[in-house]
């Protein structure tokens, strides 16, 4: 089915421990973001991408670092993980006209111990 | 400091009922404010938006009603039914390239049978 897969769905990491999250999404979408989910702070916006080979920040960026080599995938990663970083990770994808919905993978449960 | 505000946390109403959830935006450069759904385990799914040209949008029984000079906007869900249970975000949008949402902090509704 189309739309936008997320690995893994599930992790744990050690303090200091380093891991990258993958999105891919094959609607041939431009846009790509990586938003954080942590409760009753909604979905924050880590970092996005309004192209192949471009990345921007996002609210939250700090301690996490994006590609995106090929138009459909992005990914994120975290260097040295910290327990703040311990959340509910999501992928969305979207695409000009501007005002089109996202579409949103299914998510990657991260806790950092 | 949330630039879209969302209230109530969380709200309990029984099957047929009306659940009411309430957004407060700051940034004038919001100009498409969409709501989405998430299901447990899942990706938030666009429900439905409003632009501020306009009032109130409708589509089954989900209303959003939009005050662009109170800069506040909700969304209604009328007959409530036990399928409605899910975590509600609003979120807005400024008329910028990238289509970046900003989201509210979320609403956890519950319709009892």
């Known amino acids: 089915n189309a739309g936008v897969t997320q690995t893994p769905k599930f992790r744990v990491l050690k303090t200091g421990q380093s891991m990258t999250l993958l999105c891919a999404q094959d609607m041939n979408h431009e846009y790509m973001y990586w938003y954080r989910q942590d409760p009753g702070m909604g979905l924050r916006l880590i970092h996005y991408s309004v192209g192949e080979g471009t990345t921007a920040k996002g609210e939250v960026p700090d301690g996490y670092n994006v590609s995106r080599l090929k138009k459909q995938n992005f990914l994120l990663g975290l260097e040295s993980a910290a327990p703040s970083q311990t959340s509910v990770y999501f992928c969305?994808?979207?695409?000009?006209?501007?005002?089109?919905?996202?579409?949103f993978g299914s998510g990657t449960r991260l806790t950092v111990v | 400091q949330q630039q879209v505000k969302q209230s109530p946390q969380s709200l309990i109403v029984q099957k047929g009922g009306i659940s009411i959830i309430n957004c407060a935006y700051e940034n004038t450069a919001f100009d498409y404010f969409p709501w989405y759904q998430q299901f447990p385990g899942k990706g938030p799914a666009l429900l439905i938006a409003?632009?501020?040209?306009?009032s109130e949008k409708k589509e089954g029984r989900f209303t959003i009603s939009f005050n662009k000079s109170a800069k506040q906007f909700s969304l209604h869900i009328m007959d409530s039914q036990p399928g409605d249970s899910a975590t509600y975000f609003c979120a807005a949008q400024p008329r910028t390239a990238g289509n970046k949402l900003t989201f509210g902090g979320g609403t956890r509704v519950l319709v009892k049978p």
């Open positions: 969305a994808s979207s695409s000009p006209p501007e005002r089109s919905g996202y579409t």
């Open positions: 409003i632009r501020p040209d306009v």
